[in-house]
């Protein structure tokens, strides 16, 4: 996907993470969102004890699939043989990481060719989620453009741990004041321009205003932390 806001290392990981959990072990994913590219950060292969591959950048990308999947084992990309025979400064996810990812993706190649393993790695923090007796705790991870909607790393299975059902609400605090947010199925449950609760489309809270943009009405923005209450704190 082209859809990464530019640079957003932290929703990318995200997205990753959501997109390779429904492909089976053995695949490969060769993924770069990369503001350092041609700088020293280590171009790397990541096995997961999944399974699973990603071929990148060292700069945090992997850091939710490292962290979903576990770690069998971290590979500096060093052994030109598998590049492009040109490499150039700025398009490395051409001319190394894909031509990685074509080796790798064959049948019975071994990815120890490739370089030396590395003991640690470059990680992103994220906010946990948390359901606690007085709120859910998360993060925002998207502005869903053009629509200004917020898309949080709170599941729907932290939803449901909660306690709450469509029709019941979690109060925002903003400025100092509290704002309730009716927990609804869909946009169309509230009147036009009021604001809602509802799981997206990869089933995750998220919040939106029926036909309006929740981000410009309410100055949410991607990467904060986020805690809604259960009950008003008036």
Do not use: C
């Not at 004890?49 to 699939?65: A, E």
């Not at 069998?72 to 001319?95: A, C, M, P, W």
Request: proline share 6%.
């Amino acid at each position: 996907t082209h859809e990464i806001p530019p640079f957003d290392t932290h929703f990318a990981s995200f997205v990753l993470y959501e997109s390779a959990k429904v492909w089976p072990a053995g695949s490969v994913f060769e993924a770069v969102v990369d503001p350092g590219v041609g700088t020293s950060r280590n171009p790397i292969l990541v096995e997961t004890r999944s399974g699973h591959y990603f071929i990148g950048q060292d700069n945090g990308l992997f850091t939710m699939p490292e962290e979903k999947f576990g770690v069998k084992r971290n590979i500096r990309l060093d052994n030109k043989e598998y590049f492009r025979t040109q490499v150039t400064s700025t398009f490395q996810g051409r001319d190394l990481f894909a031509s990685v990812a074509g080796w790798v993706s064959k049948r019975g190649f071994d990815p120890a060719k490739l370089g030396v393993e590395l003991s640690t790695m470059t990680n992103l923090q994220f906010v946990e989620s948390v359901v606690d007796p007085t709120a859910i705790i998360g993060q925002v991870m998207r502005v869903e453009e053009p629509y200004g909607n917020i898309w949080t790393n709170i599941s729907e299975a932290d939803v449901t741990r909660a306690g709450l059902t469509p029709g019941t609400s979690l109060y925002l605090e903003l400025e100092g004041e509290d704002m309730e947010l009716p927990y609804k199925s869909t946009f169309g449950d509230v009147e036009k321009g009021s604001p809602l609760l509802y799981i997206n489309s990869r089933g995750y809270l998220s919040m939106a205003v029926n036909m309006g943009n929740f981000s410009e009405v309410y100055g949410i923005t991607a990467g904060q932390p986020l805690r809604l209450f259960l009950f008003s704190i008036k």
